[in-house]
């Protein structure tokens, strides 16, 4: 049995009440550094002091509450996750971790039990990368992971990181000093949603994750020749958007037919002039692959570059593959695999393991610190949409677990 009860109630009326900050009627808008993302923020922190934390933010805008340890001579064990959403997003996602986090908490103030290591609650910034291209901002912040791009990153409208650092507490200026060394975090815990149909199938209440997935990002540009529509021969065609449109089904193939990769997509296209009465000239579509088999990306960008010559609809079709980046998958260590296992027995529950689909906050901070994810089900395997949704019942046992997995933790290290 677990040694202390979550309070299943409070958990699920926090993320209610995080729900209604920035919902929309089609989703939630709580995209990162708008106003809706600090409101959120400043709900987390409320929730943070209420429990007793004290409260920081870092400078790369890292929320950060700390609970002192019966011997603040060890390093901390951190728990937490994101409250950015993706555009139209869900409830769930990211937001589960933290108010999770922010509830152990509060039952561990409540029992008057004080663990060894100092505990951290962490609400990273940016994890979703959405407004900027660059994701996990705050947990690559943490982790000594930025990169120029980073950096130098603007907006849609040509708006800096620097100005949105500012507005949410961060500095820019002095970015380097959210960098976290590796003897100051004994571990870290993140609770979340699976976002995948696999835990809601088998019924399982708990999974235990194996590894984060790696990722490959590339754009592709193809160049052909715009003409009129109703006077060019099919035969003289240099239409770049049958290109795109080729090139568009051989990379669903990769995955789905050939399973060079675990799962490829072709999210965005744009084709110019973008005239329904104009052969499209040009057209560009964003791609990616996943696996956590780093060899399998490798293998599905070789073949991707291969197959950009049979996509041409002539000679005379130019087609550019540009790599824009490529995140390594992360491994679980077995060690800690074996301890979220642990946790769920503890607290009678079923889990299975599961690799994440997914990038997460702990994929980059397993570079300084040990790491652990703990999923709970996703109705359908739905997310990064309105219609996200995980049970009440499912958030209390993944919180639970969260809860038994800290104090196993405490223990042991």
Not at 105 to 123: A, D, K, M, S
Not at 184 to 197: N, R, S
Not at 216 to 245: W, Y
Request: charged fraction near 20%; hydrophobic fraction near 40%; charge should be negative.
């Amino acid at each position: 049995m677990p040694r202390y009860s979550i309070n299943n109630q409070r958990l699920n009326q926090t993320l209610q009440e995080l729900g209604h900050l920035g919902e929309s009627p089609t989703g939630m808008d709580r995209v990162a550094y708008s106003p809706e993302d600090i409101l959120g923020r400043n709900y987390s922190i409320k929730l943070m002091q209420e429990a007793g934390l004290k409260t920081r933010i870092d400078t790369a805008g890292n929320i950060i509450g700390r609970r002192t340890g019966t011997d603040d001579n060890l390093p901390a064990i951190a728990i937490g996750s994101h409250t950015d959403t993706v555009p139209k997003g869900g409830k769930y996602d990211g937001a589960l971790g933290v108010m999770a986090a922010i509830e152990v908490i509060r039952t561990l103030e409540e029992q008057g039990h004080f663990t060894r290591h100092p505990l951290e609650v962490i609400n990273f910034t940016n994890e979703e990368g959405t407004r900027f291209h660059r994701w996990l901002v705050g947990s690559r912040s943490m982790s000594g992971l930025l990169e120029q791009e980073d950096l130098d990153a603007v907006d849609d409208d040509g708006m800096g990181l620097g100005p949105c650092l500012a507005d949410i507490g961060g500095d820019m200026s002095r970015i380097n000093e959210a960098i976290r060394g590796p003897d100051e975090l004994a571990a870290y815990l993140e609770l979340h949603i699976e976002q995948g149909p696999y835990l809601h199938q088998s019924g399982n209440p708990i999974g235990v994750v194996t590894g984060i997935t790696g990722r490959a990002v590339f754009e592709v540009e193809i160049e052909g020749k715009a003409n009129h529509a109703g006077t060019t021969p099919m035969a003289t065609r240099r239409d770049a958007l049958v290109s795109a449109s080729k090139l568009i089904l051989a990379v669903q193939q990769m995955a789905a037919e050939q399973e060079i990769c675990r799962v490829s997509t072709v999210g965005s296209i744009r084709a110019i002039p973008n005239a329904v009465n104009v052969i499209p000239g040009s057209a560009s579509i964003g791609l990616e692959f996943r696996d956590t088999d780093m060899n399998a990306l490798a293998a599905a960008e070789q073949e991707l570059r291969r197959i950009t010559d049979e996509a041409k609809v002539n000679e005379e079709v130019r087609i550019d593959v540009q790599r824009h980046r490529f995140t390594s998958s992360v491994p679980i260590a077995p060690d800690m695999q074996a301890l979220v296992a642990e946790a769920a027995e503890n607290c009678n529950m079923t889990w299975e393991p599961l690799a994440s689909g997914a990038g997460h906050d702990a994929q980059a901070v397993a570079n300084i610190a040990p790491v652990a994810m703990i999923f709970v089900p996703s109705v359908d395997g739905i997310s990064h949409s309105m219609e996200e949704y995980s049970t009440p019942q499912d958030c209390a046992n993944g919180t639970q677990v969260l809860l038994e997995l800290l104090l196993l933790a405490d223990d042991r290290f």
